[in-house]
């Protein structure tokens, strides 16, 4: 008999228990919600103008320039790091990991100098990078003109465990060259609620600079999706072509340039892994006269499945895109063995004007 009302509260118990769980579960998707990032579809963004003495010069047609594309991982990707999204285990290094990182960054970037930088995975103030500023790290190294576009925006992210948290992440651009403004431009987010709320809200950071023609050079640093289904990527990427064509018919010259999470024309590596694979590039997609800018013969980027030993999977997915009146001179991947990031820069050295 004395079962019967252990049992009794042992159901109530379980009810309770349930309601209160809907209740906590119900509460913090409406916080999340109510405190979710929703960027518009073009914001303009503040350029952060360098230390008075800085030089600053305007292109002309046919001046070289050097620009650098580096996809930093947040200062939580170097050699001895995994990515539990890549089928590793790490959610957060530790505060040293990102401390080494950063620092072999910085070295790269001062030892490789360019007229612009366009950098992506860039922390401003987030939970798995220590709270270290990467930003205001890079402008400090780097007197220049500067803007950021926000890409992932997260108050708290609970997964997996221990949960990513706060995330507040974006693309960073710098330039010497006199840039008037800069702009950021939404992606479609491929994401439903309530996923859409703890995950990436990716853009193109468009900047325009004069040059001695009175044109604009349109520089457009990009992230494309890796993580959700290679139609995101292809909608992105037609996205993309449309601004870069209109920006071009409009009489200025174009580079677009950053991580592409899509592999070159004539890229191909050997498939070592089953985890995470890139998307594909197609020559189809650039119209007459366009042209891709990569190195095919250093990868750009490894697996994150474990820490670097030399057989991880990698790929060639960082690159540009370039209107018919810019030339390639030379384009390189900077090979710095992924010792403090999961991608190595690659520096294109280009002119404006077509080639003779």
């Known amino acids: 008999m004395a079962s019967r009302p252990l049992l009794r509260f042992s159901l109530r118990l379980t009810a309770v228990v349930i309601v209160v769980l809907i209740i906590a579960v119900g509460s913090f998707l409406a916080w999340c919600t109510a405190m979710e990032y929703r960027p518009r579809d073009s914001q303009t963004l503040r350029v952060e103008r360098p230390p008075a003495g800085s030089e600053i010069h305007i292109p002309g047609p046919d001046d070289p320039l050097t620009l650098i594309s580096f ?3 947040y200062g939580g990707l170097g050699q001895g790091q995994d990515f539990f999204m890549d089928g590793g285990k790490t959610v957060t290094p530790t505060a040293d990991d990102v401390d080494a990182n950063m620092t072999g960054i910085l070295e790269a970037v001062a030892a490789n100098p360019a007229d612009v930088y366009l950098f992506q995975e860039v922390d401003t103030a987030s939970q798995r ?4 500023d990467e930003a205001a790290l890079l402008r400090k190294a780097l007197p220049m003109n500067s803007s950021f576009a926000f890409n992932f925006r997260s108050t708290f992210t609970p997964y997996p465990w221990p949960p990513i948290g706060k995330v507040n992440s974006g693309l960073l651009s710098m330039t010497t060259l006199r840039q008037p403004s800069a702009t950021r431009v939404s992606l479609p987010v491929p994401f439903s609620w309530p996923e859409r709320l703890f995950n990436l809200k990716r853009c193109l950071l468009v900047e325009r ?3 001695a023609d009175d044109r604009e050079l349109v520089i457009v640093n990009l992230h494309l999706e890796a993580y959700a289904d290679g139609e995101a990527r292809v ?12 920006e071009y018919e409009a009489g200025n010259y174009v580079i677009a340039g950053g991580d592409f999470n899509q592999t070159f024309p004539g890229v191909d590596y050997p498939r070592v892994s089953d985890e995470w694979q890139p998307g594909v590039l197609e020559e189809g997609i650039l119209p007459d006269g366009w ?5 095919a013969g250093v990868a750009t980027s490894r697996l994150n499945d474990r820490p670097w030993d030399g057989t991880n999977q990698i790929f060639g997915i960082d690159g540009y895109i370039l209107s018919p009146n810019v030339t390639a001179l030379e384009v390189q991947t900077i090979d710095l063995g992924f010792d403090h990031s999961d991608h190595n820069p690659v520096r294109l ?4 004007g077509e080639s003779d």
């Open 71 to 73: 996809n930093i991982g």
């Open 129 to 132: 990078s220590h709270d270290v």
């Open 209 to 211: 600079i004069d040059t």
């Open 235 to 246: 909608v992105q990427t037609e996205m993309l072509m449309d601004l870069l064509e209109a």
């Open 291 to 295: 042209s891709y800018a990569n190195d």
């Open 349 to 352: 050295k280009a002119q404006l």
